[in-house]
């Protein structure tokens, strides 16, 4: 591990000032449970690491309720296991908690934050080979697209890098259309989640749209009623991430859906906004028949590469198991 200086601000314009005009040479440190990683496997050498645990205030570190803003906050720096044992987010937005709540282990769970899980670095192998030189290290090629590539995108139509977006949260806050605040020299940017992801194609990008001196401070979610729920498909119960999920948001009137979202986790480079899932659905019951018809919607257009052709089927699977726990259908499949 090469050495570098650290740093432990008191306030979030003092973090900003430590922060550098381009990628690498800073690293913000909040739990460190994925840039320990990075540090240890020689993926990220930084000059300086700046820790965001010094820094007081409900900003980055506090749940907030907003009444009169209809909003709810959450602070980049607080844990997964908070989000995921929170009442009232557990009330508003169950699709949420149980996200947390699945995601990692329990020690991970503790350390990790909402906003080092929305910016973290995928974990393809062959990025976290330090010996191998690919797109996003400045290599040439994409070795997943030929390699082992069982765990990697089944949207790939435009994506040189096939690598999936690794961020359990970030579907789920998609749906119940949540914003970012971040904070740079420039003052303050909003960004619409499903603005804030980007595909990286090289190793000057990240995977997602903040600039190098920018920092995430909180997201804010609407307390809009939507009904929202989240389903993974995992390969074991225990400390993994999925192979699939899907997120789910909509609005029953009458019985009938409207404002239907559908996002699927770990298929393609971002999570992938399943529109024509959530068309399918507009004005009709959430039952057996339309929730397999929108997982089949939320399929097409699936590319697979030689090794993950199952993901194809599983988050077929998954969309429909979301909508029906929405929906407040017998979860039959458990019995």
């Not at 690919?134 to 765990?151: V, W």
Request: aromatic share 6%.
């Amino acid at each position: 591990m090469k050495n570098f200086m650290y740093y432990q601000p008191r306030s979030v314009e003092s973090a900003i000032r430590l922060l550098d005009s381009s990628w690498g040479r800073t690293e913000l440190l909040a739990g460190g449970t994925s840039l320990m990683d990075l540090l240890k496997e020689n993926i990220a050498a930084p000059e300086r690491v700046v820790s965001l645990s010094g820094i007081p205030g409900q900003e980055l570190n506090h749940i907030t309720r907003d009444d009169e803003a209809k909003v709810i906050g959450i602070g980049a720096r607080v844990e997964i296991s908070r989000i995921a044992e929170n009442s009232v987010l557990r009330e508003l937005f169950p699709g949420l908690t149980a996200a947390a709540a699945a995601l990692g282990s329990p020690q991970i769970r503790n350390m990790g934050t909402l906003g080092g899980n929305l910016c973290q670095r995928n974990t393809c192998w062959y990025y976290r080979d330090p010996h191998v030189p690919c797109l996003l290290k400045g290599g040439k090629k994409c070795f997943a697209t030929e390699g082992e590539n069982q765990y990697h995108a089944i949207f790939t139509k435009g994506h040189p890098c096939v690598i999936v977006n690794p961020s359990s949260l970030a579907p789920i806050l998609i749906c119940l259309n949540a914003t970012a605040h971040a904070r740079s020299p420039q003052g303050e940017r909003l960004i619409p989640l499903k603005q804030f992801f980007q595909a990286p194609s090289k190793a000057e990008q990240r995977e997602h749209v903040l600039a190098p001196n920018e920092l995430l401070t909180r997201v804010t979610i609407p307390m809009s009623g939507l009904k929202n729920a989240v389903y993974e498909i995992r390969q074991k119960q225990a400390h993994d991430w999925p192979l699939v999920q899907a997120a789910v948001s909509f609005r029953l009137d009458g019985g009938r859906a409207s404002q239907v979202s559908v996002v699927l986790g770990y298929v393609a480079p971002t999570p992938h906004v399943a529109s024509a899932a959530a068309q399918s659905l507009e004005g009709k019951e959430i039952n057996e028949t339309t929730a397999a018809e929108a997982g089949r919607a939320a399929v097409d257009g699936a590319a697979p590469l030689s090794q993950n052709g199952y993901k194809v089927k599983l988050a077929e699977v998954a969309v429909k198991r979301a909508l029906l726990i929405a929906a407040g259908a017998n979860r039959y499949w458990e019995a």
